[in-house]
């Protein structure tokens, strides 16, 4: 992604920090990680909520070595702290490189599937927990409106979407919870890409996409 506008939308602490612990399902892990390597502010927060749980994890080793110093209890501690990320390098291209790491490739190594209205889709592969899709939206089209279930973390690569919370560019991230409903509409002119991650069904309100959304697994 060259030319980044500033981003405005954000992670929120408890992303971060669930991120950090190592408790989040693969699928959000990746938008998170895509998010912080465009992110100069999340980084620092996410620096920091590293240094506080790898204190905590000291003092719990300590403790651990104090009540029981069982060799194996202690190598399962290290084992459960998550792995160092290393400095990432710089790849050309519009996918951030954790993204890229994944889908083994830019833009082009996708393989997209149409999803009615223009949209296309890409799901990546993940751990069953939550499900992550690269999407595609046309200038001027709109995403069907919609609630959620659980969780939705967006985060725009290119072009812009606005929504009931606001515009979002390239390098923004939503946070999309059991409360919000809205319709995001990519704004007129580039296709808008997104990495998007749920963790539970999104809530359609009109039929067409519900009876769709099997097949879509969206
Ligand atoms: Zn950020
Ligand atoms: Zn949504």
Known sequence: MTAMTKITHHLTDALLMGYAAGALPEAFNLVIAAHVSLCDECRARLGSFEALGGAVLE??????????????AT???????????????????LFPTPLQDYVGGDLA???????GTGVRQ???????AATVRLLCIPGGVAVPDHGH?????????QGAFRDEDGRFGPGDVEVAGEEMEHTPVAE???DCICLAATDAPLRFK?????????FLRI
Do not use: Y
Not at 59 to 72: C, I, V
Not at 206 to 214: C, F, I, T
């Open 206 to 214: 009109s039929l067409l996409p519900r009876l769709a959304q099997p």
């Open 59 to 72: 003092d719990a080793d300590a403790e651990a070595a104090l009540a029981d110093d069982s060799f194996a």
């Open 149 to 157: 279930r659980g969780l939705e973390l967006t985060l725009v690569l």
């Open 109 to 115: 190594a996708v393989k997209w599937r149409g999803f």
């Open 75 to 93: 190598l399962a501690r290290i084992a459960a702290r998550p792995a160092e990320a290393p400095g990432p390098a710089p790849k050309p291209g």
């Open 188 to 190: 007129a002119g580039e």
């Open 122 to 128: 890409a799901i990546l592969p993940t751990s069953s």
